[in-house]
């Protein structure tokens, strides 16, 4: 396939001002005429042919100024339509095209979800829809009418304000015009034609504008949008107090929607919502769904600013819309919510996704140089490691200059189609700094390594820490330069007291900015032997080796001021010991009943006072974590029973403590899903977990009581999830009521289906070929292939690695199956095969073999020949 380059940028020949769509929806048959209001590029070339782009659209019709053009002026095929000479001053362009939304599998363009209509254009749908310069520095203003039957879609729904509605006298039609006055690229085009339910409220903006905020959900679902809704405000709210951002129309729609590829689309005043990301009931919804829906209403919120008033010049950006609106998302939620506790989460997103990308074939820099298929690039790497950027930036430079920087870059770009550079220039302005240093991080892949160690002189009372960085070869680089690393650190004496040292190339806030390949920071007047604690709040998306001793850092799990770096502190320690464990090395068993005790005690003296953050604490490294720090010759089977004896070892240890908080936790009143009351079922639910890895016949009587009395879903699904652990009837009796109880509930049943798909044990794959027969189970609907398939190819270590090679035959299966409809959703199954290389030597062999079978496949999507041949170099 066509390889598209950086270095090949050139503005479009075109440009588009206005845009008149007229849709007239029918479910196999909807017509479009689109008028285009064109001109000749000043920035581009003089003579070229105007070439719109196309995709599966079947061009009826196409006028110039008014006049039908004939064959011989025009060629069209379903990828695209030139005119080749069209004029050189202004001119209107009106196109006829049908497609079918009813048959449009790949749920990109105009496509149908129960029944109702909707669209998803970003990157390259709208091409789906309407011939057109589909790039985002095309940017236009926007006037669609949707006409439909009444009784198919009573709500008509588009960009912008609604300017006009009635109804087609005697056809039983009705017609509603949305006009946008913000010029947007075409990938922020919606719209949405549908029986939809309601909930709304009027918000005031700081500036006194008054909006009408709307959730449309299925008819019969309106509470379940309550949430959402709440959300939705809140993020408002804190846009306009924390960046200065107000909104900018007179309505705010949010539509949710059952088969989405993503999760959720920032389209102008319109956005698109997979409904995972926006029903909840206490019923129905976890903790963590409701954390993720508060999160995506503001990231997509966010992107009003990030994305649409400033949006990306071409699609090697973005990040700067992805990473930046990440990063103000985690804000949102960290002052929402527990930052400390927060941050540890976002850190543990950003190492078991974006650490495993940059270690696989397909690492990338946070803005690629070249890309295949655009689809494949809304990646951890741009996503995460993009917002990783810009919080070292504001770590760098400052809260103040940070806003400084952020009020000149909207001020500046507002309205523009933006680079990297653009926004890194604003920042310079504001600092006077030089950022080019910086810069390497959007452009260098792969994760530093950051090698320490501290020398004390007890004789002279200082204090050094030696500092070497190196990042590892990524394709297409194999040669790294020295990166500018913000590490943020303090010094900890053994007895727990902050030490009060001083170096002059540590900030007042703390930050030493490593930025050459080797460095020494030395302090003076250090009393005694300290303990650093480094990257305190994960300063910077790094790898570290310590020469820190197992003592050393329980001393930091119990005394350090940084919260992120004590909760650290016993990962590593845990780390260490799973992968000694895993590897067949020998283990002290004092080592062991060290960290125990370690956590034992902090349970007993700190725990309650922060249940979220002891939960985080009690959680040891995933075994993809663990798979991911060994790095080579990966035996997933050792691993698991290394974890799972460690986890046992603890639950015996604490068996005491931890019952306590099984009773002290315990649920009084009606739920809530705040952060605190979160952070207490977490802790609860935590220790039940321990609890039965310690003891099975203990653990499976709880549980199974849990399941069956839980108040609310996030205490019955953490209950179901440790029955998981414990195979026997009661688990399958447990699984069957729950199954029974939520029959017509497909966002509870993907639940059920992703804990069954994670079962460690044999007969998993069988189990996982049967589900795929439930009447539940849909191949076409993203949510349920992702978390019946998705997750026992990314949660289910052991048997996705199965030794003889069926966990990657199965995939491959479901890959090439999945790739004839939506192939989108197989590119991203297919990318659970980027650490095979990893694997000890006969997995590895299977999983090549399966990528081969993939890769040779004729017809393959470029989706997923690019993930597949990406993965095999
Ligand atoms: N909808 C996706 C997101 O918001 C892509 N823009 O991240
Ligand atoms: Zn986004």
């Given at each position: 396939?066509?390889?598209?380059?950086?270095?090949?940028?050139?503005?479009?020949?075109?440009?588009?001002?206005?845009?008149?769509?007229?849709?007239?929806?029918?479910?196999?048959?909807?017509?479009?005429?689109?008028?285009?209001?064109?001109?000749?590029?000043?920035?581009?070339?003089?003579?070229?042919?105007?070439?719109?782009?196309?995709?599966?659209?079947?061009?009826?019709?196409?006028?110039?100024?008014?006049?039908?053009?004939?064959?011989?002026?025009?060629?069209?095929?379903?990828?695209?339509?030139?005119?080749?000479?069209?004029?050189?001053?202004?001119?209107?362009?009106?196109?006829?095209?049908?497609?079918?939304?009813?048959?449009?599998?790949?749920?990109?363009?105009?496509?149908?979800?129960?029944?109702?209509?909707?669209?998803?254009?970003?990157?390259?749908?709208?091409?789906?829809?309407?011939?057109?310069?589909?790039?985002?520095?095309?940017?236009?203003?926007?006037?669609?009418?949707?006409?439909?039957?009444?009784?198919?879609?009573?709500?008509?729904?588009?960009?912008?304000?609604?300017?006009?509605?009635?109804?087609?006298?005697?056809?039983?039609?009705?017609?509603?015009?949305?006009?946008?006055?913000?010029?947007?690229?075409?990938?922020?085009?919606?719209?949405?034609?549908?029986?939809l339910g309601r909930v709304g409220k009027t918000f005031r903006t700081m500036g006194g504008r008054e909006v009408e905020l709307a959730i449309y959900v299925e008819a019969g679902k309106e509470s379940r949008a309550d949430y959402a809704l709440d959300a939705l405000e809140r993020s408002m709210r804190w846009d306009e107090r924390v960046f200065g951002r107000e909104y900018d129309l007179d309505v705010f729609n949010i539509v949710a929607v059952s088969d989405f590829n993503m999760g959720a689309m920032e389209?102008?005043?319109?956005?698109?919502?997979?409904?995972?990301?926006?029903?909840?009931?206490?019923?129905?919804?976890?903790?963590?769904?409701?954390?993720?829906?508060?999160?995506?209403?503001?990231?997509?919120?966010?992107?009003?600013?990030?994305?649409?008033?400033?949006?990306?010049?071409?699609?090697?950006?973005?990040?700067?819309?992805?990473?930046?609106?990440?990063?103000?998302?985690?804000?949102?939620?960290?002052?929402?919510?527990?930052?400390?506790?927060?941050?540890?989460?976002?850190?543990?997103?950003?190492?078991?996704?974006?650490?495993?990308?940059?270690?696989?074939?397909?690492?990338?820099?946070?803005?690629?140089?070249?890309?295949?298929?655009?689809?494949?690039?809304?990646?951890?790497?741009?996503?995460?490691?993009?917002?990783?950027?810009?919080?070292?930036?504001?770590?760098?430079?400052?809260?103040?200059?940070?806003?400084?920087?952020?009020?000149?870059?909207?001020?500046?770009?507002?309205?523009?189609?933006?680079?990297?550079?653009?926004?890194?220039?604003?920042?310079?302005?504001?600092?006077?700094?030089?950022?080019?240093?910086?810069?390497?991080?959007?452009?260098?892949?792969?994760?530093?390594?950051?090698?320490?160690?501290?020398?004390?002189?007890?004789?002279?009372?200082?204090?050094?820490?030696?500092?070497?960085?190196?990042?590892?070869?990524?394709?297409?680089?194999?040669?790294?330069?020295?990166?500018?690393?913000?590490?943020?650190?303090?010094?900890?004496?053994?007895?727990?007291?902050?030490?009060?040292?001083?170096?002059?190339?540590?900030?007042?806030?703390?930050?030493?900015?490593?930025?050459?390949?080797?460095?020494?920071?030395?302090?003076?007047?250090?009393?005694?032997?300290?303990?650093?604690?480094?990257?305190?709040?994960?300063?910077?998306?790094?790898?570290?080796?310590?020469?820190?001793?197992?003592?050393?850092?329980?001393?930091?799990?119990?005394?350090?001021?940084?919260?992120?770096?004590?909760?650290?502190?016993?990962?590593?320690?845990?780390?260490?010991?799973?992968?000694?464990?895993?590897?067949?090395?020998?283990?002290?068993?004092?080592?062991?009943?060290?960290?125990?005790?370690?956590?034992?005690?902090?349970?007993?003296?700190?725990?309650?006072?922060?249940?979220?953050?002891?939960?985080?604490?009690?959680?040891?490294?995933?075994?993809?974590?663990?798979?991911?720090?060994?790095?080579?010759?990966?035996?997933?089977?050792?691993?698991?029973?290394?974890?799972?004896?460690?986890?046992?070892?603890?639950?015996?240890?604490?068996?005491?403590?931890?019952?306590?908080?099984?009773?002290?936790?315990?649920?009084?009143?009606?739920?809530?899903?705040?952060?605190?009351?979160?952070?207490?079922?977490?802790?609860?639910?935590?220790?039940?977990?321990?609890?039965?890895?310690?003891?099975?016949?203990?653990?499976?009587?709880?549980?199974?009581?849990?399941?069956?009395?839980?108040?609310?879903?996030?205490?019955?699904?953490?209950?179901?999830?440790?029955?998981?652990?414990?195979?026997?009837?009661?688990?399958?009796?447990?699984?069957?009521?729950?199954?029974?109880?939520?029959?017509?509930?497909?966002?509870?049943?993907?639940?059920?289906?992703?804990?069954?798909?994670?079962?460690?044990?044999?007969?998993?794959?069988?189990?996982?070929?049967?589900?795929?027969?439930?009447?539940?189970?849909?191949?076409?609907?993203?949510?349920?292939?992702?978390?019946?398939?998705?997750?026992?190819?990314?949660?289910?270590?052991?048997?996705?690695?199965?030794?003889?090679?069926?966990?990657?035959?199965?995939?491959?299966?479901?890959?090439?199956?999945?790739?004839?409809?939506?192939?989108?959703?197989?590119?991203?199954?297919?990318?659970?095969?980027?650490?095979?290389?990893?694997?000890?030597?006969?997995?590895?062999?299977?999983?090549?073999?399966?990528?081969?079978?993939?890769?040779?496949?004729?017809?393959?999507?470029?989706?997923?020949?690019?993930?597949?041949?990406?993965?095999?170099?």
């Amino acid at each position: 396939a066509q390889i598209v380059r950086l270095e090949d940028y050139r503005p479009s020949d075109f440009l588009i001002d206005r845009v008149e769509l007229d849709v007239r929806l029918h479910p196999t048959a909807t017509r479009v005429t689109a008028t285009l209001s064109l001109r000749p590029n000043p920035k581009g070339r003089a003579d070229a042919p105007l070439v719109l782009d196309g995709d599966e659209v079947s061009l009826t019709s196409v006028a110039l100024d008014g006049r039908p053009l004939p064959d011989s002026e025009f060629e069209a095929s379903p990828q695209s339509l030139t005119i080749t000479q069209p004029p050189r001053g202004p001119f209107t362009l009106t196109i006829e095209t049908e497609i079918d939304p009813t048959s449009n599998t790949k749920l990109m363009g105009l496509y149908r979800s129960s029944g109702n209509y909707c669209t998803q254009c970003e990157a390259e749908g709208f091409r789906r829809i309407t011939y057109f310069l589909d790039r985002p520095d095309v940017m236009a203003v926007y006037t669609t009418r949707i006409e439909a039957d009444k009784d198919e879609a009573p709500v008509l729904l588009g960009n912008g304000n609604r300017i006009e509605a009635g109804e087609i006298a005697g056809t039983g039609r009705h017609y509603a015009v949305w006009h946008d006055p913000h010029p947007k690229p075409s990938y922020l085009f919606a719209l949405v034609g549908g029986r939809l339910g309601r909930v709304g409220k009027t918000f005031r903006t700081m500036g006194g504008r008054e909006v009408e905020l709307a959730i449309y959900v299925e008819a019969g679902k309106e509470s379940r949008a309550d949430y959402a809704l709440d959300a939705l405000e809140r993020s408002m709210r804190w846009d306009e107090r924390v960046f200065g951002r107000e909104y900018d129309l007179d309505v705010f729609n949010i539509v949710a929607v059952s088969d989405f590829n993503m999760g959720a689309m920032e389209n102008k005043g319109l956005n698109i919502f997979n409904d995972k990301y926006v029903l909840a009931s206490p019923e129905t919804a976890t903790d963590v769904d409701y954390a993720n829906i508060e999160a995506i209403i503001a990231h997509e919120y966010f992107h009003n600013w990030s994305g649409n008033r400033v949006t990306c010049r071409d699609w090697f950006q973005l990040c700067l819309k992805e990473g930046l609106t990440v990063f103000r998302d985690q804000e949102f939620s960290s002052d929402e919510r527990s930052r400390p506790v927060h941050r540890i989460a976002e850190v543990k997103t950003l190492r078991a996704r974006q650490f495993l990308e940059d270690a696989s074939p397909l690492s990338h820099p946070v803005r690629p140089t070249q890309y295949r298929e655009i689809n494949n690039f809304y990646t951890a790497t741009v996503y995460e490691k993009g917002a990783e950027i810009v919080r070292m930036l504001k770590t760098i430079i400052g809260p103040e200059d940070f806003r400084r920087g952020m009020d000149l870059y909207f001020e500046r770009c507002d309205g523009t189609a933006a680079t990297v550079e653009d926004f890194l220039a604003a920042f310079a302005e504001v600092t006077g700094h030089d950022l080019s240093h910086f810069a390497r991080w959007y452009a260098q892949a792969g994760t530093p390594r950051v090698t320490v160690t501290g020398t004390y002189d007890p004789a002279a009372k200082t204090y050094r820490l030696d500092f070497t960085q190196a990042t590892p070869p990524t394709p297409g680089q194999p040669d790294k330069e020295p990166m500018a690393i913000p590490v943020a650190l303090g010094l900890v004496s053994r007895d727990g007291e902050p030490l009060q040292a001083a170096s002059d190339r540590v900030s007042p806030q703390g930050v030493f900015l490593l930025d050459k390949a080797a460095d020494s920071l030395a302090f003076t007047g250090v009393t005694s032997q300290p303990v650093p604690s480094l990257f305190r709040e994960f300063s910077a998306p790094v790898r570290t080796s310590l020469d820190l001793s197992n003592e050393e850092l329980l001393v930091l799990l119990r005394h350090d001021s940084d919260a992120f770096n004590r909760w650290q502190a016993t990962q590593t320690v845990a780390m260490r010991l799973l992968v000694a464990q895993a590897k067949g090395d020998a283990v002290a068993d004092s080592d062991l009943a060290d960290l125990a005790s370690a956590l034992c005690a902090f349970m007993e003296a700190d725990a309650l006072d922060d249940p979220a953050f002891a939960a985080l604490v009690l959680a040891l490294p995933s075994e993809a974590d663990i798979a991911q720090e060994i790095g080579r010759d990966i035996d997933p089977d050792a691993i698991h029973h290394a974890r799972k004896a460690m986890r046992r070892r603890i639950g015996q240890a604490c068996r005491e403590t931890l019952h306590r908080f099984r009773d002290s936790l315990a649920e009084r009143g009606p739920y809530s899903p705040d952060a605190a009351s979160a952070g207490r079922r977490a802790l609860r639910n935590a220790s039940l977990d321990l609890l039965a890895a310690a003891d099975a016949a203990l653990g499976e009587q709880l549980a199974v009581e849990q399941v069956d009395d839980a108040g609310n879903m996030t205490d019955r699904l953490a209950a179901l999830g440790v029955l998981m652990t414990l195979p026997g009837d009661a688990r399958e009796a447990a699984l069957a009521r729950f199954e029974e109880r939520y029959r017509d509930e497909p966002l509870v049943l993907d639940k059920w289906f992703t804990l069954q798909a994670a079962i460690p044990e044999d007969g998993t794959l069988e189990r996982v070929r049967r589900l795929m027969e439930h009447q539940a189970f849909a191949i076409g609907n993203p949510n349920r292939v992702r978390a019946l398939v998705g997750s026992f190819a990314m949660l289910n270590q052991v048997r996705f690695n199965a030794k003889d090679g069926s966990g990657y035959d199965f995939l491959a299966d479901i890959v090439l199956q999945v790739d004839e409809l939506n192939p989108q959703l197989a590119a991203r199954l297919l990318t659970s095969f980027s650490s095979w290389r990893m694997m000890e030597k006969t997995r590895q062999t299977h999983a090549k073999n399966a990528l081969q079978r993939i890769a040779g496949k004729p017809n393959l999507s470029r989706d997923v020949g690019d993930i597949a041949a990406r993965s095999l170099e």
